[in-house]
């Protein structure tokens, strides 16, 4: 069935035919009569089944008429990355109406996100933690809401954000429409969503958790201290072009991205400790061809929309077959096809066999040829306990070193004496965030930064 018969206003369907879609996905063919109707909408599909547009539609096509200057959707997502897609998303599918919209995430100045809040931009994408920052001030007000989703809810479930999206219903008007969409529909989100909607349209298209159809997957058993050689051996023999490549720290990405580069490939990272201005300017060369090789951990697993990407590679295996699921999801997106490669070491058989258990098949092992599988390892991407203390000891005297020598060229003595202005390194300016921990975490989310929400109108 074409677009044409969902009767979508004329000016989204010229957006969507510009885009190149000619027809809806399933989750879209059943999603959006009914939210178009104004009815809840509880929905779970695979991820790259294009649930995005399932409730970017019905709810552009409803704001198109409305007076401008009221802020009357809200759209709740767990990553800064997937956030700024869904803005992106948004501004194609709506660049023939008059709709304004702005991201809300932390990692960048507040003040062009006030501004958003100020002049009453139609649609918020937000993250939860840094849409509550906003919702201590008085300008940040949602009396005029009519819409609100929760995209990718499992995943902001198993980052914790439960009490803060709890939060922000507080803030935001009770009678509403309310989208529900999750990959998986684990128990607490089931209960969620009992308290969250009304007599909801429910549509379920993926019974079982599995990778989208057009994934060609492949498990290559290596011993893990050979890992990183045998991804340069596949890379260097055109085995794989590009690749988004997902390990299971931040440290490991940022050892793997430097052994790729001394090794002439291409090659950036995306993780929590990078800054937003880092994190999107990676994300933009692995898009332009710029970078070969996007290194990620799993903040980026639901967070990136990469256009015919070719391969994906579990440098590690994740230890939860969701994960795995939305790892691999980044490729075959919009009915294309990919391929997803997993590096299996001796230790991680047993968390792979519990990957295929979950998804229904047991993966065919590939053996490369000519590459040396009784190779001595060349360096090696874990740090020892004692060099991390090092490191710790080291970074803690330099702030202290910092500390002193500011507090002396103010004339205040010692840091945090004379008059209040030597601040120590663990003092916040009033009204700041607190808290640290992992990115897209209660708590965590980075402060400062440049740059805003891209605001459309």
């Given at each position: 069935?074409?677009?044409?018969?969902?009767?979508?206003?004329?000016?989204?369907?010229?957006?969507?035919?510009?885009?190149?879609?000619?027809?809806?996905?399933?989750?879209?063919?059943?999603?959006?009569?009914?939210?178009?109707?104004?009815?809840?909408?509880?929905?779970?599909?695979?991820?790259?089944?294009?649930?995005?547009?399932?409730?970017?539609?019905?709810?552009?096509?409803?704001?198109?008429?409305?007076?401008?200057?009221?802020?009357?959707?809200?759209?709740?997502?767990?990553?800064?990355?997937?956030?700024?897609?869904?803005?992106?998303?948004?501004?194609?599918?709506?660049?023939?109406?008059?709709?304004?919209?702005?991201?809300?995430?932390?990692?960048?100045?507040?003040?062009?996100?006030?501004?958003?809040?100020?002049?009453?931009?139609?649609?918020?994408?937000?993250?939860?933690?840094?849409?509550?920052?906003?919702?201590?001030?008085?300008?940040?007000?949602?009396?005029?809401?009519?819409?609100?989703?929760?995209?990718?809810?499992?995943?902001?479930?198993?980052?914790?954000?439960?009490?803060?999206?709890?939060?922000?219903l507080r803030h935001i008007p009770s009678r509403r429409q309310t989208l529900f969409f999750s990959a998986t529909m684990p128990a607490p989100i089931a209960t969620l969503?009992?308290?969250?909607?009304?007599?909801?349209?429910?549509?379920?298209?993926?019974?079982?958790?599995?990778?989208?159809?057009?994934?060609?997957?492949?498990?290559?058993?290596?011993?893990?201290?050979?890992?990183?050689?045998?991804?340069?051996?596949?890379?260097?023999?055109?085995?794989?072009?590009?690749?988004?490549?997902?390990?299971?720290?931040?440290?490991?990405?940022?050892?793997?991205?430097?052994?790729?580069?001394?090794?002439?490939?291409?090659?950036?990272?995306?993780?929590?400790?990078?800054?937003?201005?880092?994190?999107?300017?990676?994300?933009?060369?692995?898009?332009?061809?710029?970078?070969?090789?996007l290194v990620a951990t799993d903040i980026a697993a639901r967070g990136i929309d990469v256009e015919a990407l070719g391969h994906v590679v579990n440098f590690d295996?994740?230890?939860?077959?969701?994960?795995?699921?939305?790892?691999?999801?980044?490729?075959?997106?919009?009915?294309?096809?990919?391929?997803?490669?997993?590096?299996?070491?001796?230790?991680?058989?047993?968390?792979?066999?519990?990957?295929?258990?979950?998804?229904?098949?047991?993966?065919?092992?590939?053996?490369?040829?000519?590459?040396?599988?009784?190779?001595?390892?060349?360096?090696?991407?874990?740090?020892?306990?004692?060099?991390?203390?090092?490191?710790?000891?080291?970074?803690?005297?330099?702030?202290?070193?910092?500390?002193?020598?500011?507090?002396?060229?103010?004339?205040?003595?010692?840091?945090?004496?004379?008059?209040?202005?030597?601040?120590?390194?663990?003092?916040?300016?009033?009204?700041?965030?607190?808290?640290?921990?992992?990115?897209?975490?209660?708590?965590?989310?980075?402060?400062?930064?440049?740059?805003?929400?891209?605001?459309?109108?």
């Amino acid at each position: 069935m074409p677009f044409s018969t969902l009767k979508l206003h004329p000016s989204l369907l010229k957006g969507v035919k510009a885009l190149g879609f000619t027809r809806p996905t399933p989750i879209q063919t059943e999603a959006i009569p009914p939210a178009l109707a104004g009815r809840d909408v509880l929905a779970s599909a695979t991820t790259g089944s294009g649930k995005t547009a399932a409730f970017l539609l019905p709810i552009l096509h409803q704001l198109i008429d409305k007076p401008r200057g009221t802020t009357r959707a809200l759209i709740l997502t767990p990553t800064r990355e997937l956030a700024a897609q869904i803005l992106d998303d948004l501004s194609d599918l709506a660049i023939h109406t008059p709709i304004s919209a702005a991201a809300i995430f932390g990692g960048v100045g507040m003040g062009p996100q006030e501004h958003a809040f100020r002049s009453g931009v139609d649609v918020i994408v937000a993250t939860p933690g840094r849409l509550l920052d906003h919702f201590r001030m008085p300008y940040a007000k949602l009396a005029g809401l009519e819409h609100l989703v929760l995209d990718e809810a499992d995943r902001m479930l198993d980052m914790g954000f439960l009490p803060d999206i709890r939060r922000v219903l507080r803030h935001i008007p009770s009678r509403r429409q309310t989208l529900f969409f999750s990959a998986t529909m684990p128990a607490p989100i089931a209960t969620l969503t009992r308290e969250l909607l009304h007599d909801p349209a429910i549509v379920t298209l993926a019974r079982r958790a599995a990778p989208a159809v057009g994934i060609t997957q492949a498990v290559y058993p290596v011993a893990q201290e050979l890992k990183q050689a045998l991804l340069v051996a596949l890379l260097e023999r055109g085995e794989i072009q590009e690749a988004l490549v997902f390990t299971r720290t931040k440290h490991r990405a940022d050892r793997l991205t430097m052994h790729l580069v001394r090794n002439k490939i291409e090659a950036v990272r995306i993780h929590g400790n990078r800054s937003q201005s880092q994190r999107t300017e990676a994300l933009a060369g692995f898009k332009s061809g710029k970078y070969r090789v996007l290194v990620a951990t799993d903040i980026a697993a639901r967070g990136i929309d990469v256009e015919a990407l070719g391969h994906v590679v579990n440098f590690d295996v994740p230890l939860v077959p969701d994960d795995y699921i939305h790892r691999v999801g980044r490729t075959a997106r919009a009915e294309l096809t990919g391929e997803a490669f997993t590096f299996v070491s001796p230790g991680e058989q047993s968390d792979m066999a519990r990957i295929e258990r979950a998804i229904g098949k047991s993966l065919p092992r590939i053996t490369v040829p000519d590459f040396d599988y009784s190779a001595k390892p060349k360096g090696n991407l874990e740090v020892s306990l004692a060099e991390r203390i090092s490191q710790i000891r080291a970074r803690k005297a330099h702030e202290r070193g910092r500390a002193k020598l500011n507090a002396e060229r103010r004339g205040g003595g010692r840091p945090g004496e004379g008059g209040g202005r030597g601040r120590g390194p663990s003092a916040r300016p009033r009204g700041s965030s607190s808290g640290g921990g992992r990115d897209g975490a209660p708590g965590g989310r980075p402060r400062g930064g440049r740059g805003g929400p891209r605001t459309r109108r």
